[in-house]
């Protein structure tokens, strides 16, 4: 379609605010009435490269409590950016609402209209619309949430000293991620709601906790019956909801040695837990959405006459960059690059909408030629996250395009093995084996509390259930054991064992080797 060529936004790299709010006015309109995008509201905050360092140490969020580890991150990157060992990115997009977009004032008019494609509204919808973040993180509440957590551990401080507020953060930090939940939905509060149930944790003071802690008796017992033994274990497992994923959420509700504020820290430091975690689950969808958007806004906007050739073609150079995808024996190498993956998927799909072949038609039936790649876009990224996604829509062209196959290591073999090629068994196994490569329970530690030594020495059992036996990083883990026995106050007992067969494959503990444990 040949559109009437209208004169270009902008003619000289320099942005202005002015220049800036009439190019979003026309991003805005493709991206809502072609695209059929719904977004927050949007607030784009123009920032130097010190405060984009800033937004780096403190995890990209606008409002954060403070913690030295954010000032290490940021003396790190700081000498890393000044010393040209790496850059910055050109933008910094917060899931909240309004949706909050930080753009580099260093860059060129023309990256400024691409970073606000990008995230203003290529990340914006994926964060309204997708089903993980609809259902996990309440983005109208995220600012007010932050404001709370910084304000309230900053009266910690003054109230209890920065060394314990330090020492709890840092224990919670080393949990955080064992700090979420990845089977079932935490409940939502209302922001009244939220606010008294604070109010009721400072008024309550730990007594329903600390009264069960003290009745619980000292010395040991021997229980001689074994179904006598299982009758107590249920019980305890009753009593405390066992077996618990959540460890953070565990100790914050039951452990003997924490004072309420403390409690509330932990709270805090896993609800930002779980405000990440389905960033973490849609890695490939989310990048590879706004990286599509921005690509077909921008090539609209020139279709238009809305940019010239030369803002188009730097524009196509960082895009290009973007989605460059190094080969394995590449030094830059450094696994498959999420933003090549997921805008590579977005155009295939568009291509099997509009464009098919046999193979598509067999392979993919009820979108191959439906016309409608929109819609087919808007579904997808409502309703999957990496791995459904990848299983899903991954096609025969897109893997001989990039190139994939499968690689069978046995620890056993001395050798690797190729498992799987490009015919049509070898397609099914190479989409499985790159699906479950985005499957975080497969790339995270399941460690879970299994019992708890109520009638003996307060004992802590916790049980990680080891995939393909592979086992922890033995000094990482002891450091973290001295973080979790901190804030339980009592010995831990970390199991290992393999998933499939139980069999023990290690036992770590906080507990000097001259003592025994009694359960």
């Known amino acids: 379609m040949i559109e009437e060529k209208t004169k270009p936004l902008f003619e000289r790299s320099e942005w202005t605010f002015d220049i800036m709010s009439e190019v979003y006015d026309a991003i805005e309109e493709i991206a809502h009435n072609e695209l059929h995008l719904d977004t927050y509201p949007n607030q784009i905050e123009v920032i130097s490269s010190e405060q984009m360092l800033d937004a780096y140490s403190s995890i990209g969020l606008p409002l954060m409590y403070k913690h030295w580890s954010f000032g290490k991150r940021f003396a790190r990157d700081e000498h890393s950016y000044r010393r040209g060992y790496s850059g910055l990115a050109y933008e910094i997009v917060i899931n909240s609402s309004p949706c909050i977009s930080y753009n580099m004032e260093d860059s060129s008019m023309a990256m400024q209209t691409l970073v606000m494609a990008h995230a203003a509204f290529g990340h914006n919808h994926f964060f309204k619309n997708n089903y993980l973040f609809k259902q996990w993180t309440d983005a109208e509440g995220i600012l007010e949430y932050?404001?709370?957590?910084?304000?309230?551990?900053?009266?910690?401080?003054?109230?209890?000293?920065?060394?314990?507020?330090?020492?709890?953060?840092?224990?919670?930090?080393?949990?955080?991620?064992?700090?979420?939940?990845?089977?079932?939905?935490?409940?939502?509060?209302?922001?009244?709601?939220?606010?008294?149930?604070?109010?009721?944790?400072?008024?309550?003071?730990?007594?329903?906790?600390?009264?069960?802690?003290?009745?619980?008796?000292?010395?040991?017992?021997?229980?001689?019956?074994?179904?006598?033994?299982?009758?107590?274990?249920?019980?305890?497992?009753?009593?405390?909801?066992?077996?618990?994923?959540?460890?953070?959420?565990?100790?914050?509700?039951?452990?003997?040695?924490?004072?309420?504020?403390?409690?509330?820290?932990?709270?805090?430091?896993?609800?930002?837990?779980?405000?990440?975690?389905?960033?973490?689950?849609?890695?490939?969808?989310?990048?590879?959405?706004?990286?599509?958007?921005?690509?077909?806004i921008m090539n609209r906007l020139y279709d238009k006459g809305l940019i010239s050739e030369g803002a188009l073609l730097e524009m196509l150079h960082s895009h290009t960059s973007v989605v460059f995808q190094p080969d394995f024996d590449d030094p830059r190498y450094n696994g498959i690059n999420p933003y090549a993956l997921g805008f590579n998927m977005m155009m295939d799909i568009k291509r099997i909408c509009m464009e098919p072949t046999d193979e598509d038609r067999d392979w993919f039936p009820a979108i191959a030629g439906n016309g409608e790649?929109?819609?087919?876009?808007?579904?997808?990224?409502?309703?999957?996250?990496?791995?459904?996604?990848?299983?899903?829509?991954?096609?025969?062209?897109?893997?001989?395009?990039?190139?994939?196959?499968?690689?069978?290591?046995?620890?056993?073999?001395?050798?690797?093995?190729?498992?799987?090629?490009?015919?049509?068994?070898?397609y099914r196994q190479v989409r499985n084996a790159l699906a479950e490569s985005y499957n975080l329970s497969l790339q995270e530690p399941d460690i879970q509390v299994v019992d708890v030594n109520i009638r003996g020495d307060r004992t802590l059992f916790l049980r990680h259930r080891c995939k393909n036996r592979i086992l922890l990083h033995e000094q990482t883990r002891n450091e973290v054991l001295k973080h979790l026995k901190l804030l339980w106050g009592y010995h831990i007992v970390l199991t290992g064992v393999e998933q499939e067969t139980n069999e023990e494959l290690y036992c770590a503990t906080t507990r000097p080797q001259?003592?025994?444990?009694?359960?």
Not at 374 to 385: E, G, M, S, V
Request: glycine share 2%.
């Open 146 to 296: 932050l404001s709370f957590a910084r304000d309230y551990i900053a009266k910690c401080e003054e109230r209890y000293g920065i060394e314990r507020v330090e020492e709890i953060l840092d224990a919670a930090h080393a949990l955080m991620d064992q700090g979420v939940f990845r089977y079932r939905r935490p409940p939502k509060l209302s922001k009244e709601a939220l606010r008294k149930k604070v109010q009721e944790r400072e008024e309550y003071e730990e007594r329903s906790y600390n009264d069960l802690w003290r009745t619980v008796p000292a010395a040991r017992e021997t229980v001689a019956e074994l179904d006598e033994c299982e009758i107590e274990q249920k019980r305890r497992q009753e009593m405390f909801k066992l077996p618990e994923e959540n460890l953070l959420y565990f100790l914050e509700k039951n452990s003997p040695n924490l004072r309420t504020w403390e409690r509330e820290i932990l709270r805090i430091v896993r609800n930002i837990a779980q405000y990440f975690y389905p960033q973490k689950q849609t890695k490939v969808m989310n990048e590879g959405c706004a990286t599509f958007v921005h690509y077909t």
């Open 514 to 519: 001259k003592e025994e444990a009694v359960v």
């Open 373 to 426: 790649w929109r819609d087919t876009l808007l579904d997808a990224w409502a309703n999957y996250r990496d791995e459904s996604f990848i299983l899903q829509y991954l096609s025969p062209y897109l893997m001989r395009k990039m190139r994939l196959f499968s690689i069978a290591d046995d620890s056993k073999s001395p050798t690797l093995e190729v498992g799987a090629i490009h015919n049509k068994s070898g």
